[in-house]
């Protein structure tokens, strides 16, 4: 387990490392910082001056070989625009999206179990058709489109809940609720087949043998074997959250990491666009190994492999 | 009014029918039978004859639909409990009746050990707390033999042989001493020493606590071991019932007489004259060695001669699907060699390899995992012709499929099903047609028979006994069920732990076996005649 373990923190960390590579030279592509923050008719000496600053004159590699000294040190560079170290930015702005998703995942991992037993508890029943066709079309339903209707609904005609913005509970309930319905969907067709399977498994017949009560069979005995496929598919949905984050934070105008992302790429704010998509891959990696941990946990078969 | 307070189980009128998409089959077909206080009640029959579907009835795990209870009582303690409402009928189920399963690594749940699966059935129906019932889990598994149950109680089921997993099966069944336990094939899936050491448990814990014992097999031997009266089923209807000894030696019904005529190991054959030892042997194995982690073969040496069948014996891990491996070339050995007509298999170049594979053809133990799916019958025995492309003109094909069907007992006209549209006992003749395909001189038979029902195995044994006249075939006959060696085999070779402990011919071995782990599996073996006279 424990070499499994490490086995894993390390190629995650050999990722970290690529992807970081790819960002870097990724940002640099943009374009010239110095167009965006220096007024139109600056003279050339004060772009000159202001290259020279933040040292976009040297060549790209003398850059990126300055990057990864300062890297080493743990400074992940200053940000342009809010003129503060990059990496305070984005701690600033990941805890806004890390609760927004934590929220957003647990009300559709639950909801998914729920239903998804239920509708596995009879195949073909009632209950199983209609949530089946829901959940299929909250699994293909586009986020965005969803987003811009649902402002147009209840704000702007219904008045219900505000348009964008952070605050109180309304604030919350559009975009939790845009964030969860498509993990939700796919998460019920998930559970609902791995719960077919389980429920009609020999170790169920062996517990109704032994007289346990139907509930328990379900979500004792049946559950624990059904969600391992679950939780494999809940984890990718868990990064994919993560997507998911920079539209419905733009939509909201939520100052998440995903607001963060697409507004400092538009100001090639680089330090701030590296440190960002690093923090989000970092916790997108720990979040790959929670999973791994998980699934160890409740399978003892892959803990004693 | 003894007699009827001696009666603990009661079946009467049972009729189940399934629901399919070609309409209802009749499984079970009013069966009546009764379990007295401290017997063992034997229903034999083989695959799909309605033997499990009655215990799922009775045990209320019937899946309904597609199955259906057309008609019948079942009464326990003299209340029909088909008619009690599903919590009184939960409040029964493991109380005073309780089941063991065949397939103990798929019916234990993977994901909790094993101690609190047992101790579930008190918190379930005493509403002992986690300690007290975890400590009553101990002293079962204790009473089952589990050596260490303090600390075996918190493995997992995956961590215990077949044999140790029956042993926590009995355990759970036994857990609040119910007055019947029905035991669905419980050692089919066991070696023979652990089999016996199973049915003896059984026995002793139906004297030591008055149960009724139900045992459901389609093992002649095994029921002839334990059981004191008979049932035999056959497609859902009972055709014999009564005492094992008037059943076993009197039987009337047709059928049932079969059953009793294809029970393997009633004769030994001498066979030392067939032989013709002065040959070369066509197949020598020297010096064989394997190691895995642990030793799987160790300095196994053999001959095989021409026309012979060479049986090879014992339990799992004995180290016999190895010496197949290494036979046919999957794997390589540790040391030692094979000689197949005085040359080394294991120096074999490129192309005497390719034309060794043809001449050693393999069939294997489960016909349902061996045969493809998605081929039918014409695809899957052509297809060795497609691989060694220079052996059968393409032309001749349909005509030698449908040559090698008929000598495997099928119609040329199956050549276009599929494997599923066959039972198990076809889909072995199906494998045996491809086995033949390409003219072998060697036929390794890995526990061929060993997953097939009594009647069938002794078809199928017959059948190979006649190819190897037809074809001069040698066959390595690899199995751990000892009486159908006896049968079919010239020579013998009992394997332990990946070494040979005993090799002779079929009547020495049998009568005077030398070695005491031979004697030993010898006894184990439950052997109907003797056990019928006990």
Redesign the interface.
């Known amino acids: 387990m424990k070499k499994y373990l490490s086995k894993r923190i390390l190629s995650s960390l050999l990722a970290v490392i690529g992807l970081f590579i790819m960002v870097f030279f990724l940002a640099r592509l943009t374009g010239d910082p110095g167009h965006l923050y220096l007024p139109i008719d600056a003279p050339l000496e004060v772009r000159k001056e202001f290259s020279e600053k933040h040292g976009f004159n040297d060549p790209i590699y003398v850059q990126f070989g300055r990057f990864v000294g300062d890297l080493v040190n743990g400074d992940l560079g200053y940000s342009l625009r809010k003129e503060r170290p990059a990496i305070d930015v984005v701690l600033e702005a990941m805890p806004i999206t890390l609760s927004l998703a934590a929220v957003a995942m647990t009300i559709a991992l639950f909801g998914a179990i729920i239903i998804g037993s239920l509708a596995a508890y009879r195949p073909n029943g009632v209950f199983d058709r209609i949530s089946r066709v829901v959940s299929l079309t909250a699994a293909s339903a586009p986020d965005f489109w969803l987003a811009i209707t649902a402002i147009l609904l209840f704000s702007v005609s219904l008045r219900w809940l505000p348009t964008s913005g952070m605050g109180g509970f309304p604030y919350w309930i559009m975009p939790v609720s845009i964030l969860v319905i498509r993990p939700l969907g796919l998460l019920v067709q998930v559970v609902r087949g791995s719960m077919i399977t389980a429920l ?4 169920v ?9 139907e509930k ?1 069979v379900i979500f004792k ?1 049946a559950l ?2 059904g969600l391992l496929p679950v939780i494999t598919v809940a984890g990718d949905q868990a990064a994919a959250i993560a997507n998911g984050a920079v539209i419905v934070e733009t939509i909201f105008g939520w100052p998440g990491i995903g607001k963060l992302m697409i507004d400092s790429i538009l100001q090639r704010d680089f330090a701030v666009v590296q440190a960002s998509i690093l923090i989000t891959a970092i916790v997108i990696l720990s979040i790959n190994i929670i999973i791994d941990i998980a699934y160890a946990t ?4 892959i803990r ?1 492999k | 009014m003894n007699k009827l307070k001696d009666t603990l189980l009661k079946v009467s009128n049972l009729a189940v029918s399934f629901d399919t998409v070609d309409g209802p089959i009749d499984a079970v077909q009013g069966i009546n039978f009764e379990l007295k206080k401290g017997q063992t009640l034997a229903i034999i029959g083989e695959s799909g004859s309605g033997k499990s579907v009655t215990a799922s009835v009775i ?3 019937l ?1 309904c639909p597609p199955g259906r209870i057309k008609s019948g009582e079942v009464f326990l303690n003299n209340q029909d409990i088909l008619k009690l409402s599903i919590e009184k009928r ?6 005073k009746i ?2 063991i ?1 065949q ?1 103990t690594l ?8 094993v101690g609190s699966q047992i101790a ?2 008190f918190q ?2 005493k509403n002992l707390n986690k300690k007290e019932s975890w400590n009553k889990a101990i002293a079962l598994l204790e009473r089952v033999n589990i050596p260490n149950a303090r600390t075996r109680a918190k493995d ?1 089921p ?2 215990f042989s077949g044999g140790q997993r029956q042993r926590v099966m009995i355990a ?1 069944a036994l857990a609040l001493e119910p007055d019947i336990i029905i035991a669905d094939e419980p050692t089919t899936a066991l070696d023979v020493t652990i089999q016996a050491k199973i049915l003896d448990l059984l026995a002793e814990l139906r004297d030591e606590r008055k149960m009724g014992l139900i045992l459901i097999t389609h093992d002649l031997g095994v029921a002839a071991e334990t059981a004191d009266n008979v049932v035999v089923l056959k497609n859902g209807k009972i055709v014999e019932s009564g005492t094992l000894k008037t059943v076993f030696t009197t039987p009337k019904h047709p059928y049932t007489k079969q059953l009793m005529s294809s029970i393997p190991g009633r004769t030994i054959k001498s066979k030392k004259n067939k032989l013709n030892n002065n040959s070369d042997p066509i197949l020598e194995v020297k010096n064989l060695t394997k190691h895995y982690d642990t030793i799987a073969c160790d300095d196994v040496n053999f001959k095989l001669y021409a026309n012979e069948i060479l049986g090879v014996v014992g339990e799992s891990g004995s180290g016999k699907t190895t010496v197949s491996n290494l036979i046919l070339r999957l794997i390589n050995p540790s040391s030692g060699n094979v000689f197949y007509h005085g040359k080394n298999i294991f120096d074999f170049d490129k192309k005497e390899l390719f034309s060794f594979r043809r001449r050693v053809q393999v069939v294997f133990q489960d016909p349902f995992a061996s045969l493809n799916p998605t081929m039918n019958v014409y695809n899957l025995i052509s297809e060795p012709w497609i691989i060694h492309s220079n052996f059968l003109d393409k032309s001749l094909y349909a005509k030698r499929v449908s040559e090698l069907l008929i000598s495997v007992g099928l119609d040329p006209d199956d050549a276009s099903r599929y494997p599923h549209q066959f039972s198990g006992g076809q889909r072995q003749r199906i494998a045996i047609a491809r086995a033949l395909a390409l003219n072998p001189e060697i036929i390794i038979c890995d526990e061929a028979v060993s997953a097939l029902d009594v009647s069938i195995q002794a078809q199928i044994i017959n059948l190979l006994s006649d190819l190897r006249d037809k074809f001069s075939l040698s066959y390595i006959f690899i199995a751990h069920d000892l009486p159908v060696v006896r049968d079919l085999v010239d020579r013998v070779i009992v394997m332990k732990s990946g070494k040979i402990v005993e090799q002779g011919f079929v009547e020495d071995i049998f009568n005077h076996p030398n070695h005491p782990y031979t004697q030993d599996l010898l006894k184990a073996s439950p052997s109907v005649f003797n056990l019928i006279n006990r």
């Open positions: 009609s498994s020999d170790f017949k062996t517990a109704r043998a032994k007289g346990v009560k328990s005995h624990r074997n409740l399978d003892p078969r004693h | 045990m209320g795990i899946s939960r409040k029964l189920m493991g109380n309780a089941i399963f397939d798929a019916h234990l749940n993977p994901v909790f050990n579930e059935c379930v129906h997992f995956h961590q759970m």
